[in-house]
């Protein structure tokens, strides 16, 4: 009998290797959650931002300090993507190029910012605010609209509790105070699960008692999120108690914890006064 020769097919050649889909994190940013490097920014010849180098990591919460003008809503502005370097590194966990996103792309990447001023939806009730703040797709649709579920509910009693309005949930927010608006504004960045909260100037006007417990919530807040916090009121920052950079003409001056970066003779010159 004839063989019917059966034809083997040939050994698959082993397929070459594809290129890894993202360039390796390099280890000087590994495991930060902002890296920037050698950022300068300019205004009509003016070095707002000089060669600056900051480095946040995951899980960290940092305080910002500087005299008027330092540099600091400007580093804020890099980061959000408000204002472009005109040179410089600021990466997002590792490998995001940030200078490469603009500033809704960044917040949806989940940088959230406060600024100084309160901004809360006065004819809402606090928890309202709260529900029109969660993400997903109730953004836009008014609150009288909108059916919350169960996580949602959820959700926003732990936010309640967080910024510690649960007994004021169903009081319009005008009339919380400025300090209560402030801690609104905060839950309202919460329910949008930022990986990053900048907080500037929170305690500006508010009452001694209203700035300690701000401090107290921002540690909470701390436990399960990174936070940058720019303020001018010492006392605050020495509650947070964090580590501290104190920015000047743009640039870092002195790093470390509160007590090192006010012994620090270039700090107490330039921004004590003394
Ligand atoms: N858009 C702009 N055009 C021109 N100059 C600017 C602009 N933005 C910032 N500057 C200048 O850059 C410098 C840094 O300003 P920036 O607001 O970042 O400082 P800051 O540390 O936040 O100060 P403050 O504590 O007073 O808020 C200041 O001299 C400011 O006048």
Redesign the pocket.
């Known amino acids: 009998m004839t063989e019917i020769p059966v034809k083997i097919p040939a050994e698959p050649k082993s397929a070459p290797k594809a290129p890894p889909k993202h360039a390796p994190v390099p280890s000087a940013r590994k495991d930060t959650l902002l890296y920037l490097d050698g950022v300068s920014r300019s205004?009509?010849g003016?070095k707002?931002i000089n060669e600056l180098s900051f480095v946040l990591m995951k899980g960290e919460m940092r305080a910002i300090i500087?005299p008027?003008?330092?540099?600091?809503?400007?580093m804020m502005d890099i980061i959000t993507g408000k204002t472009r370097p005109d040179k410089g590194d600021v990466f997002f966990m590792g490998d995001v190029d940030l200078t490469k996103h603009d500033e809704p792309t960044i917040a949806q990447m989940g940088i959230g910012r406060k600024f100084q001023k309160p901004t809360v939806f006065e004819t809402q009730t606090v928890a309202d605010n709260l529900l029109l703040s969660l993400k997903g797709e109730r953004r836009g649709i008014p609150a009288l609209f909108y059916r919350s579920n169960k996580p949602d509910r959820q959700r926003i009693d732990e936010i309640l509790e967080v910024i510690r309005l649960e007994r004021r949930r169903n009081e319009l927010a005008a009339f919380l105070s400025h300090g209560q608006k402030q801690w609104l504004e905060i839950g309202m960045l919460l329910a949008q699960d930022p990986k990053l909260l900048l907080v500037d100037e929170p305690v500006a006007g508010m009452t001694d008692a209203e700035t300690e417990e701000t401090a107290r919530l921002l540690r909470d807040i701390a436990v399960d999120h990174s936070v940058v916090v720019v303020e001018h009121d010492m006392g605050f920052v020495r509650d947070l108690g964090v580590k501290v950079t104190c920015?000047h003409e743009g640039h870092v001056l002195s790093e470390g914890s509160l007590d090192h970066v006010s012994a620090d003779p270039q700090v107490i010159e330039v921004y004590l006064g003394r």
């Open positions: 205004f009509d003016f707002a500087g008027n003008g330092a540099g600091k809503t400007t920015l």
